[in-house]
């Protein structure tokens, strides 16, 4: 039960968050204090700005990615505000006066750094390249009120921000329940307003095949579908529903394009050699046993794994990751390699052969089974550089002598991200805890919706530090920055998706844009009841509880 504080408390939050009407110059006034936090907003001794339908967006003649940011502004200018402004290209610099305009500066710093410069004459939004313009669209867009006006004053100052990590991520797995084209775009669009930048693609697994590959159609025919759920967590009731979906190579590229757009790379994540019995199921050959095989039904880990001593395993996988590399422009393929049991090698005399053959023997402990996964790996970072591709994988490749060139994901606590980085390899940092958006918000999970276990608060993101202490300062460059995951086994909808990952995403944000001294918990707290408005603007479902300022342990 709630305590009578925190129902006063509920009540002060949901009458923040309503959309501000037509009552004043107070309801339609601009707030720089945003989430993510500006890193500086100075004050400027001018008159506001005045926003209204007649002014214009402004961008720079002839910038195709400029025109495209400027179509933004004005789209989410109408969405929170309900006033339309025409874009136009800047002919001239007398234009800019009265306007809003888009500039291309070469003197801001960072890649993805902003500089907003509002006057009573004029609004700048400027960035080093139309990345970092577009992160300042987003700055912009938080900062205006919710609700049809016909004028918003827009406080005179200079804004600038520019993140801490180059990486910051986000994950969706669509292979344990699938979502359409549509959601996996608004997934995008809630990433693109929290200013994230790479979207991790979960596409297969043993319990389905989502990614169209020509050469391969049974991948999706036979491996893209199950004939039934377990439900619950692994209990021994099955819907006995046939399920399942995938992305044609034509969805693929327009899901590409729209995260393109918004300055969103995807990364793709084939998993191998585990976690492949949905494409053994479609090709039984693949595996050490020949099967027959069945799109797995349960969660967890199997003991089938490709079979790394057959020819035909090995060209397998090079035309699956030669159609992905033709589909993702990105640098990175994920290919796992995590919770890959090798029981099957082990007994497997083509395996076994193979281990003979490549003269590979046990090194301290690392087993030799464990090192012929290594010789995959290496393998396939040979095959993917010819496409200008680099290898990102679990933290377990540590376990299979892999080189440097392959970045590592660091899932299992901080400890193997700091040994990648000790090693020379590049990191990106997504512990269990608390980066595990699948887990409870809240240890009080009693009307909460089902999910992994665990507990992550919205206060153990926002604390989490993705570089270690103890990292060596010459080795602090390898951690890219940190990412969010979302696996699916009990989230069943697009809703859920969105509670599960709202507000948490606003907290690792922060994480990601400001240094650890910027940050200030319950000043974010303060911030977080405006970009709820938004959340509810777009009818994205988001955990209201987080919001009030109590333990969340003991809501």
Partial sequence: MMTFKQIITVLVILLAIVPAQASGTDGHRANYQVIPLPGAIHGIKSADFALTQQRLIN????????????????????????????????????????????LLDDKIKGEEGYRITVTARSVEIAGRTPAGVFQGIQVLRKSLPVGHAAIVHLPAAQIEGEPRFGYRGMHLDCVRHFFSTEAVKRYIDIMALHGMNRLHWHLTDDQGWRVEIKKYPRLTEVGGWRNGTTLGHNSPVNDGIRYGGYYSQEEIRDIVRYAADRYITIIPEIDMPGHMVAAMAAYPELG??????????????????????????????????????????????????????????????????????????????????????????????????GYGKRIIGWDELLGCKVDTTATIMSWRGPEPGAQGAQLGHDVVMTPVDPLYFDYYQTSSTWNEPQAFGGCNTLKKVYDFEPVADKLPADKRHHILGAQANVWTEYITCEPQIQYQVLPRMAALAEVLWLEPQEKNYQDFLERLPRLAQIYQLYNWTYRAKSLIPEDENKD
């Fill in 59 to 102: 961008y720079p003649t002839g910038n195709r990615d400029m025109e495209r940011n400027a179509a933004m502004l004005g789209q989410y200018i109408e969405e929170m505000t309900g006033m339309h402004l025409s874009i136009r290209p800047t002919r001239s610099t007398r234009e800019i006066a009265d306007n809003v305009s888009l």
């Fill in 288 to 385: 050490c046993t020949g099967g027959p095989y069945e799109v797995w039904q349960r969660w967890g880990v199997t003991d089938d794994i490709l079979c790394l001593g057959k020819d035909n395993t090995l060209r397998f996988v090079e035309d699956v990751l030669a159609e992905v590399a033709q589909l993702f422009p990105g640098e990175m393929i994920h290919i796992g390699g995590d919770e890959s049991p090798r029981v099957r090698w082990e007994h497997c005399p083509r395996c076994q052969q193979r281990i003979r053959e490549l003269g590979i023997k046990a090194e301290g402990n690392q087993s030799a089974e464990a090192l012929l996964q290594g010789y995959l790996t290496t393998h396939v970072q040979q095959f993917l550089s």
